[in-house]
């Protein structure tokens, strides 16, 4: 039996060494091509690594989920309550990226291991800092601007008032943009009071 098996493998070491049998090139691959294709990755799983596919995040009944909505002009956030949504049970991210997409401002991922953040970026104002005005100079003249002190917002009004009739300290602190008000009525009554100086 030993002969046979000593027999048969001389005769395929012969045979390999007829047709030019090689073990292939193995070529491991290089540390680069491994950084990239992991940061190719998508959260959604869709891409492979080491040949494998990465299986994407599945939304359960004991994800918590929690809405935000940042608003960029003020810098300010809100958060919602944070609740269980039925609607997303089972869902994929990439499923819920493409329910909340990222062209709309929304950014969706996991915070936390069991806790989905949906957050909307909002080029505006949030609802505090849209009542507020503060006060600048334009063309000589006191002027009304929307949003908080220290916000470069949109013109509401050129008033009559004359910057160079006002108390120094009211044209300096006019010029740096601090004076605030907490709403249209504030400010209103704020005016009245410069009345005095046109």
């Not at 956030?77 to 990439?94: F, K, N, Y």
Request: glycine residues 8%; hydrophobic residues 40%.
């Amino acid at each position: 039996m030993l002969g046979l098996m000593l027999v048969s493998a001389l005769a395929s070491a012969a045979w390999f060494g007829l047709q030019g049998f090689k073990l292939p090139d193995f070529k491991p691959p290089k540390v680069d091509d491994l950084a990239a294709k992991v940061a190719s990755y998508s959260t959604a799983g869709s891409k492979l690594i080491l040949g494998r596919p990465l299986i994407s995040p599945v939304i359960t009944q004991d994800t918590a989920v929690v809405r935000e909505y940042h608003y960029k002009w003020c810098g300010h956030t809100e958060s919602g309550v944070t609740t269980r949504d039925p609607l997303l049970v089972g869902l994929t991210l990439e499923q819920i990226n493409r329910l909340y997409p990222a062209s709309e401002g929304w950014e969706v991922n996991f915070d936390q291991p069991s806790r989905l953040l949906l957050r909307l970026n909002l080029e505006q104002l949030c609802q505090v800092d849209s009542h507020k005005r503060h006060l600048g100079e334009v063309n000589d003249r006191v002027a009304i601007f929307i949003g908080p002190a220290g916000y470069s917002g949109a013109l509401e009004k050129i008033t009559q008032i004359p910057m160079e009739k006002l108390p120094p300290e009211w044209q300096e602190t006019i010029r740096q943009g601090t004076l605030e008000f907490i709403d249209s009525e504030t400010l209103s009554q704020a005016l009245d009071n410069l009345d005095e100086y046109y």
